[in-house]
């Protein structure tokens, strides 16, 4: 779904499903019918890895979820997404948030919010807090989700890129007298003729 050559610094990553597995598929189908959305993970974008909070932050190479991550860029300055970026991979090694998890369970399956102490005091996060608290300490807030799902990440406005549920974009028709572009099956286009009886090329 997206080419890791074109990644920068603090791209945030959502994926649809994460590699094959009894455990991780049931967590995702889980995660997928609680919050009525697509995504069921998340990560960050480092300098030459993703930065990606499984049971621990972990480093993994950039192509790893590239047929079913979908990329979405913050709008902010470069500056900002490498600092969120650098934040991140600083807590390489730290333990994913078991209890942040089951609250998400209970903020989406049983419509309670937990209660305000416990949000400003948290330790550990998931893996789409891990990113918006990378964010945060950056100085950027993606949402205002106490503790955001990846879910929150997806219709966050400061993430620009495609969602799965937006149409792809249109190609352009080629204007008249200009050669249309090659088709992606490699065949060799046909030239239409030009006003006039002239032949394009």
């Not at 369970?105 to 209660?115: C, E, I, M, P, Q």
Request: charged share 25%.
């Amino acid at each position: 779904m997206y080419d890791p050559r074109e990644l920068q610094p603090g791209d945030v990553l959502l994926m649809t499903s994460r590699r094959v597995g009894v455990l991780s598929s049931l967590l995702d189908a889980l995660i997928m019918w609680s919050e009525g959305n697509p995504f069921v993970h998340a990560a960050i974008c480092g300098q030459d890895a993703l930065i990606d909070p499984v049971w621990r932050v972990t480093l993994r190479p950039l192509d790893y979820y590239a047929s079913h991550g979908w990329v979405l860029r913050p709008a902010c300055p470069e500056e900002v997404r490498r600092r969120a970026a650098d934040w991140a991979r600083a807590r390489v090694g730290d333990p994913y948030g078991i209890g942040e998890l089951l609250e998400d369970g209970v903020r989406f399956d049983l419509h309670f919010v937990a209660h305000a102490w416990y949000r400003l005091h948290r330790r550990r996060y998931t893996c789409s807090g891990f990113v918006a608290e990378a964010y945060a300490q950056a100085g950027v807030r993606l949402t205002l989700a106490p503790l955001p799902a990846p879910s929150d990440l997806s219709y966050s406005p400061l993430l620009a890129g495609r969602r799965p549920w937006e149409p792809p974009p249109r190609r352009r028709a080629a204007k008249p007298g200009t050669r249309a572009a090659s088709p992606s099956n490699g065949a060799t286009p046909r030239r239409e003729p030009l006003p006039g009886g002239r032949r394009a090329g």
